[in-house]
């Protein structure tokens, strides 16, 4: 699998934000985006996969609006004008939650994911290939958009190379007791790189975190680390 012509993730966008695609999108392309559901800044925040950077032409607009118990608007925006609109009653997001929201680009429809559970798909009214820019607008922070290719997956998913265990000492020098885990070759779920995630109940002693993976042929140096958020 040749990664080298991958779109690079945006990292840490500023919202209202617009940013091309280069190639474009292309069957079995994944987009991710890692962020927050803001509390301010109104009630709904969008997603559009469209055509350049104006908003005149746009594939797919995923649109949740915390109003009215919560639902999720979809629509294409063809030359300004918007179709009829496809509206999903649930709400996968939590205003002040983090979340992960991923596009997979299919022949016939977008299938969105929330938090790794499948949620809508939407059939294309425009062809996908029009799409080569991406824009996020309204009430969300985002951490990161990464771009996963048709193929990433199964790639990313041969077998473990190496597992690296971090274990959390109370002082220097001090290690409470932790029970001893030998690095083992397993699979399980992969996730885009760069990752971000919460961490639940925060660290403490003797907490471990496992980070499994394999290490790409293009490689040049690759290395995780824990931010404290305030
Ligand atoms: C409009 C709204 C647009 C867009 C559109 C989708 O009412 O102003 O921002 O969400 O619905 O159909």
New binding site residues.
Partial sequence: MNFSNIQPPFLNPVVPFTGSIQGGLQDGLQITLNGIVLHSGGTRF?VNLQNGLGDQNIAF?F?PRFEEGGYV?C?TKTKGS?GP?ERNMHMPFQRGNPFQLSFLVQSKEFQVSVNGNFFLQYIHRVPFHQVDAISVTGAVGLTNISFQPSGFWKATTAPMTQTVIHTVQSAPGQMFSNPVIPPVMQSGPTYPIPYFTSIPGGLYPSKSITVSGMVLPSAQRCGSCVKIIA
Avoid: R
């Fill in positions: 969008a607009h649109n608007v629509n918007w609109e």
